[in-house]
């Protein structure tokens, strides 16, 4: 079955302790893994869009990888303003096309 | 403000009302998307119109009925809900065409159902 999973489930951090979420997945045929930001009450917003292992993409503090089975979101030296919920999403092919969202990492970072 | 407006922002209903959410892209898009997003559980895809073709998750209950009448415009019609289906309810937008696959969402209509 085609699953995606994120970890840590919450994560606190102090203000500029480096660190880094995880988003795995078993799904065949990956056609994109996409990274978004929520903050409370509002919609998810895009990220990043990772297609082949071994890629990667930068914004200011944030920098996301991925492999075969897996993607990183690293936070170098996180702000206050980082946090919020991280999540994960892996779209695969086939006749569905279908999207399949984490559950999120709540990230909190304290000053 | 992201290009994709939801209204109203909160909903308190009872079982026994019939109510619509609202959505409107202004971003000359071609697909609109409702997902419902619960607690500690990952967004769930509702409905899909795209290209004027619509598609459907079997598993949400008929008192969800959608409306795409135009590729700006989308509504979630809501008629005897139950209190389970409180939930933030987001729509998004994206154009259609390989590389062109990032979702772009409204800030949602937080429902609560009494």
């Known amino acids: 079955?085609?699953?995606?999973?994120?970890?840590?489930?919450a994560l606190r951090l102090q203000e500029g302790e480096s660190s880094s979420l995880n988003c795995s997945y078993t799904v065949s045929g990956l056609r994109g893994l996409?990274?978004?930001?929520?903050d409370p009450g509002k919609g998810p917003e895009f990220l990043f869009t990772l297609y082949s292992a071994g890629e990667e993409k930068e914004k200011e503090r944030l920098?996301?990888?991925?492999?075969?089975?897996?993607?990183?979101?690293?936070?170098?030296?996180?702000?206050?303003?980082?946090?919020?919920t991280?999540?994960?999403?892996?779209?695969?092919?086939?006749?569905t096309n279908k999207l399949i969202f984490g559950t999120g990492t709540l990230l909190a970072v304290q000053p | 403000e992201t290009g994709v407006t939801q209204t109203p922002r909160h909903l308190v209903m009872g079982m026994t009302n019939k109510k619509s959410l609202k959505c409107e892209q202004h971003l000359g898009h071609n697909?609109?998307?409702?997902?419902?997003?619960?607690?500690?559980?990952?967004?769930?895809?509702?409905?899909?119109?795209?290209?004027?073709?619509?598609?459907?998750?079997?598993s949400v209950p008929s008192r969800f009925s959608p409306e795409c009448p135009n590729s700006s415009?989308?509504?979630?019609?809501?008629?005897?809900?139950?209190?389970?289906?409180?939930?933030?309810y987001l729509c998004a937008s994206?154009?259609?065409?390989?590389?062109?696959?990032?979702l772009f969402f409204g800030s949602g209509t937080q429902l609560s159902v009494l």
């Open chain 2, 94 to 102: 994206r154009e259609t065409g390989t590389g062109r696959e990032k």
């Open chain 1, 86 to 95: 991280y999540l994960c999403a892996v779209r695969f092919g086939g006749a």
């Open chain 1, 63 to 84: 920098k996301a990888t991925l492999t075969k089975k897996e993607s990183f979101l690293h936070i170098t030296a996180p702000k206050p303003e980082d946090s919020a």
């Open chain 1, 34 to 38: 996409f990274w978004y930001r929520q």
């Open chain 1, 1 to 9: 079955e085609d699953q995606v999973t994120q970890s840590p489930e």
């Open chain 2, 73 to 88: 415009h989308l509504f979630l019609h809501l008629h005897t809900l139950q209190p389970e289906d409180s939930a933030l």
């Open chain 2, 31 to 58: 697909a609109m998307y409702w997902y419902k997003q619960s607690a500690k559980k990952p967004l769930e895809l509702m409905f899909v119109y795209s290209l004027e073709e619509r598609v459907e998750n079997n």
